[in-house]
Nanobody, 115 residues
Framework: QVQLVESGGGLVQPGGSLKLSCAASGRISNIYAMGWRRQAPGNQREFVAGITSGGSANYADAVKGRFTISRDNAKSMVYLQMNSLKPEDTAVYYC?????????WGQGTQVTVSS
């Protein structure tokens, strides 16, 4: 089992920045990919960004150029730097980890973008 704990969410004004962190613990060997999905009220959970153990990253079109994902394999951490935030970025952000055929999820952290 892999446990994931997110942190760094909060309330920010439009145009502001936040950095989310996700710490993995437990049986963390051979985690291939880590990343972030988000879910706004009434919407399905959607992909935001992902990164492989080799550092290959990809992003949803809605966040390209504004969000940056990074990973520290030694610390089993993944980060999401979010800049130029918009009200439509408001959602619960979930960290995930892919290990073999298993996908693990964190509990989520709320991000609210509002003036």
């Amino acid at each position: 089992q892999v446990q994931l704990v997110e942190s760094g969410g909060g309330l920010v004004q439009p145009g502001g920045s936040l950095k989310l962190s996700c710490a993995a613990s437990g049986r963390i060997s051979n985690i291939y990919a880590m990343g972030w999905r988000r879910q706004a009220p009434g919407n399905q959970r959607e992909f935001v960004a992902g990164i492989t153990s080799g550092g290959s990253a990809n992003y949803a079109d809605a966040v390209k150029g504004r969000f940056t994902i990074s990973r520290d394999n030694a610390k089993s951490m993944v980060y999401l730097q979010m800049n130029s935030l918009k009200p439509e970025d408001t959602a619960v952000y979930y960290c995930y980890a892919v290990q073999g055929a298993n996908i693990y999820w964190g509990q989520g952290t709320q991000v609210t973008v509002s003036s």
